[in-house]
């Protein structure tokens, strides 16, 4: 295992932040562009087919954030840990936990969608048309669930080995076939919706074949392999995932209620609130390669012991991420129709979406603070302040909104403000005070040195 720990270990912390950091950037913004091209080809069956598609969207956006970043990120942090520790046969191991861990949360989104979507898209406001492509779409992509999340486990376990590179490419290589595929099946063949939702079940079984191949190798950094199920690994994983995961769905839910919030002042301000806010989702592939960067380095740190490294990692992290998004909350704040006449040219819609970068611009920088702090905390797996600074931010949003909501649009702005700086606030004065991982470690008895155990 020395080949993958000595760069993670030694040597200047940016450089080896970027070097990680760039494969996954250039394939998440590769992604997000098939993304929004497969709606641009959906939206050619009309307003019922892409009403459809946007309302099984959340529900496969809160998978994906689950499976890479929740889940993933435990896997990622347990196997970096392991490797920093120099436990192989551990990190080995590990995979094959991940991949029954991931057939396990596939088969509940799997028949979440299936017996609970009519009801959840019913709620989310579909009927008729709309509802039947809806369902029609779900059924299709959730059938692929099991696959997804294992090929999405399987990533973050190489990940967490230092190998980005191959997850990229596979990632890559799916996308430009999606890219391809999704055309022919639903206008060659004439399948509509359905061929989107086929498109995207080839990508996963595609990517799942893809990964275990390459991980049954020998040129894997850990390889997939028959081994005996252990509970303190599964433990290992779900100690930061689950938390990480339950996070997601209140960082999700916190959305939710900021956008009810906003949707009090109507349809004009609900749509300028929705593309205003759409920024904040563009710069989630910056700050997600950014941290599973993160997630790798402090990991493989904390295993062998080398905790103040870690610290550093996870600030130099952090300041990356708050110059880069910084910069780019900046420009949206002082020219902020650049961005929301992308979209659209009404006034009073302009004048809502305006309003909300103005107000939360300044603040991006903090955003990339706390979001490269969340990922350094999953890689250390001390995840009990980023948690907590996601429930108080949710609790004031619900508290703050219900006594001064309804005073006006630009309070509720400043509402979802407070609420960002509450977040970003906590998880930042946990690692400076060292009360989220610094004394915890120092409690703990140290690993022997590196060189000592090579």
């Not at 080809?41 to 892409?50: K, R």
């Not at 909501?405 to 309070?411: F, Q």
């Amino acid at each position: 295992m020395n080949p993958v720990r000595s760069p993670l270990l030694h040597g200047p912390i940016t450089g080896q932040l970027l070097r990680l950091a760039w494969p996954v950037l250039v394939v998440l913004a590769l992604q997000t562009f098939v993304g929004v091209t497969e709606t641009w080809f959906v939206s050619f069956l009309g307003t019922d087919a892409l009403a459809g598609v946007a309302l099984v969207f959340p529900v496969f956006m809160l998978m994906a954030m689950m499976s890479n970043g929740g889940i993933g990120g435990g896997v990622s942090s347990a196997v970096a840990r392991s490797i920093g520790a120099g436990r192989r046969a551990d990190a080995d191991a590990l995979v094959t936990h991940a991949v029954v861990l991931g057939a396990a949360f596939g088969a509940l989104f799997t028949l979440g969608a299936w017996l609970g979507g009519p009801a959840l898209y019913r709620l989310m406001g579909g009927g008729g048309g709309a509802l039947g492509n809806a369902m029609l779409y779900s059924n299709l992509v959730f059938l692929a669930a099991i696959p997804y999340w294992i090929a999405s486990l399987l990533a973050a376990a190489l990940r967490g080995a230092g190998n980005v590179r191959v997850p990229a490419l596979v990632t890559a290589a799916g996308s430009i076939a999606t890219l391809g595929l999704s055309p022919l099946f639903i206008f060659g063949l004439g399948m509509g919706v359905a061929g989107a939702g086929l498109s995207m079940i080839l990508f996963s079984l595609g990517s799942v074949g893809a990964l275990a191949l390459f991980m049954r190798s020998s040129a894997s950094p850990v390889r997939l392999a028959r081994v005996r199920l252990e509970g303190r690994l599964f433990a290992d994983i779900l100690k930061v995932g689950l938390v990480s995961a339950i996070g997601t769905v209140v960082a999700n839910t916190s959305v939710v209620v900021a956008t009810a919030l906003v949707g009090a002042y109507g349809t004009d301000a609900i749509a300028g609130f929705g593309i205003a806010s759409r920024l904040d989702y563009v710069l989630v592939p910056l700050l997600f390669a950014l941290g599973t960067a993160s997630v790798t380095m402090v990991g493989t740190n904390v295993g062998a012991g080398q905790h103040a490294r870690a610290v550093r990692i996870a600030w130099t992290g952090a300041l990356i991420s708050a110059l880069a998004v910084g910069v780019i909350g900046l420009v949206a704040a002082l020219f902020p129709q650049a961005w929301i006449g992308l979209f659209s040219r009404e006034a009073a819609v302009a004048a809502a979406g305006a309003s909300y970068l103005t107000r939360l611009g300044p603040f991006y920088w903090l955003y990339g603070v706390s979001m490269a702090l969340y990922f350094a905390s999953q890689g250390a797996g001390r995840m009990a302040w980023p948690f907590a600074g996601g429930v108080v931010r949710l609790l004031f949003l619900i508290a703050a909104g219900s006594l001064y909501g309804a005073s006006s649009l630009e309070t509720v702005y400043w509402i979802v403000v407070a609420g960002f700086i509450l977040f970003g606030g906590i998880i930042a004065f946990g690692m400076a005070s060292g009360l989220a991982w610094g004394r915890a470690f120092a409690a703990r008895r140290a690993p022997q040195p590196v060189q000592a155990r090579l």
